[in-house]
């Protein structure tokens, strides 16, 4: 993964601790081994956020952030990628896990209505919760595991690639110095 191009759009520590929204997380914010952009650290802020995302629970922000510290990983990156489920894609997300669940429990799966209300999630939510919950999880540990991995094949093809460029222009160089 380029890393440049990841520290271009993350957000610098000391501009988010200046914050007065987020003063109470000062000691997370500025702990410099959540901020670090390795392999491992980037593919597993992958993980966690995607994992977040998936759960059909409020705070997943949190979730990420705590998550993120617990595993070590880069904050701002997991925390940013629970957006995956924001409110445009939510439903359809949801929607989807709640079908994959019922599937897998064997039990009819309810249409869901022309217009998707919170009243009729409400009237619903004891038929639907157990296949939700075991769709998104389902989903969120599947989703984390090819995040995962699909990050550190692509960084390591990266890094790959870079190295077999710079050994072509040294070779390159050698060869017009030799003439």
């Known amino acids: ?21 987020l003063r109470f997380m ?6 410099p081994a959540l901020w670090v952009l390795s392999r491992c650290s980037v ?15 409020p705070l997943q922000m949190a979730v990420a952030a705590c998550g993120a510290w617990l595993t070590r990983c880069n904050l701002p990156l997991a925390v940013s990628l629970v957006w995956v489920t924001n ?15 019922a599937w897998l429990m ?9 217009r998707l209300s919170t009243h009729w999630v409400a009237e619903r939510l004891g ?7 075991l769709g998104s999880a389902v989903t969120a540990v ?3 595991l090819a995040a995962n991995l699909s990050v550190r094949l692509l960084w390591r093809w990266h890094v790959s690639r870079s190295w077999k460029a710079r ?13």
């Open 1 to 21: 993964m380029p890393r440049r191009l990841l520290q271009r759009y993350m957000p610098h520590p000391d501009t988010l601790r200046r914050q007065r929204s």
């Open 26 to 31: 000062d000691g997370l914010i500025g702990n």
């Open 43 to 57: 593919a597993n802020a992958f993980s966690v956020g995607l994992f977040s995302a998936m759960l059909p629970i």
């Open 87 to 101: 409110p445009l894609t939510m439903p359809l997300i949801f929607y989807a896990n709640y079908r994959l669940g």
């Open 106 to 114: 064997d039990v009819p799966v309810r249409d869901a209505p022309k």
């Open 127 to 133: 038929d639907i919760l157990p296949a939700l919950a």
């Open 142 to 144: 599947a989703l984390a």
């Open 167 to 179: 050994h072509r222009r040294r070779r390159r160089v050698d060869c017009d110095d030799g003439l």
